[in-house]
Nanobody, 116 residues
Framework: QLQASGGGLVQAGGSLRLSCAAS????????MGWFRQAPGKQRELVAA???????KYTNPVKGRFTISRDSAKNTVFLQMNNLKPEDTAVYYC????????????WGQGTLVTVSS
């Protein structure tokens, strides 16, 4: 239902762009975003967007990551610039009708590896 793409290996300071498309079986989606989970760490919300323009970012990525959404295509993007080794994690796309705290829908995860 959520198909993510765009992960990969990049050197520190580089950029990646993640994409996530929601299938037509998911309707009335107001919130889309990304969580991540690094090895040995808890899963955390990275960025989310609601109503097409209300955004939320975790502090470590502010100023480096930008979330955007193409509502017509039910697709969300995460532009990640100036990547750091601590950004290495599996990134999960999420979607929900109301909230980014406990989203209903989860994608399969895409691995982002940042080398130093």
């Amino acid at each position: 239902q959520l198909q993510a793409s765009g992960g990969g290996l990049v050197q520190a300071g580089g950029s990646l762009r993640l994409s996530c498309a929601a299938s037509e079986s998911i309707f009335s989606i107001n919130v889309m975003g990304w969580f991540r989970q690094a090895p040995g760490k808890q899963r955390e919300l990275v960025a989310a967007i609601a109503s097409g323009y209300i955004t939320k970012y975790t502090n470590p990525v502010k100023g480096r990551f930008t979330i955007s959404r193409d509502s017509a295509k039910n697709t969300v993007f995460l532009q990640m610039n100036n990547l750091k080794p601590e950004d290495t994690a599996v990134y999960y796309c999420i979607a929900d009708r109301r909230t980014w705290d406990e989203p209903q829908y989860w994608g399969q995860g895409t691995l982002v590896t940042v080398s130093s």
